[in-house]
């Protein structure tokens, strides 16, 4: 049997060193992640040059490979079998705190990376109606 790909971290660093990083949004004026159709790979040339006009990831979303517990948000799961991302629940948590006036999205906007994105494998459409409000913050 063919082994699954590894989900996807939606919202990472693009840090040199990071493997499997792509570009895969854009922040608009208005805060929000616009995403693209097709991801970009990143290479030095583009961290290098991103990296000239303050942090990327205040600009740009990035996603990469999820390594799960080397990561800090990740929570394992009993026995230290399985295990699920814990940042999902605290933005879906913090926006319903903090913008209970917010709108939820029409629909799933576009996004070229659902299929293996943790956050969707865990909380489906409910990730995806705060997943344009997130930038990795450093
Ligand atoms: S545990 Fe969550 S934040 Fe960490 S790499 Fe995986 S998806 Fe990203």
Same mark, same amino acid.
């Given at each position: 049997?063919?082994?699954?790909?590894?989900?996807?971290?939606?919202?990472?660093?693009?840090?040199?060193?990071?493997?499997?990083?792509?570009?895969?949004?854009?922040?608009?004026?208005?805060?929000?992640?616009?995403?693209?159709?097709?991801?970009?790979?990143?290479?030095?040339?583009?961290?290098? +040059?991103?990296?000239?006009?303050?942090?990327? +990831?205040?600009?740009?979303?990035?996603?990469?490979?999820?390594?799960?517990?080397?990561? +800090?948000?990740?929570?394992?799961?009993?026995?230290?079998?399985?295990?699920?991302?814990?940042?999902?629940?605290?933005?879906?948590?913090?926006?319903?705190?903090?913008?209970?006036?917010?709108?939820?999205?029409?629909?799933?906007?576009?996004?070229?990376?659902?299929?293996?994105?943790?956050?969707?494998?865990?909380?489906?459409?409910?990730?995806?109606?705060?997943?344009?409000?997130?930038?990795?913050?450093?």
């Amino acid at each position: 049997m063919a082994r699954q790909p590894a989900p996807l971290c939606p919202s990472t660093t693009a840090a040199p060193g990071v493997e499997g990083v792509h570009l895969t949004g854009v922040v608009g004026s208005d805060g929000r992640v616009a995403n693209l159709l097709t991801p970009l790979p990143v290479d030095d040339a583009f961290l290098a +040059e991103a990296n000239r006009h303050g942090t990327p +990831e205040r600009r740009f979303r990035f996603s990469a490979p999820c390594v799960e517990g080397r990561c +800090e948000n990740w929570q394992a799961g009993q026995g230290g079998e399985g295990g699920q991302c814990g940042l999902i629940g605290r933005i879906r948590t913090h926006v319903a705190a903090h913008a209970p006036a917010e709108p939820p999205p029409a629909g799933l906007q576009p996004c070229a990376i659902r299929a293996r994105c943790r956050w969707w494998q865990q909380d489906a459409a409910a990730a995806c109606a705060v997943c344009t409000l997130v930038t990795y913050n450093p």
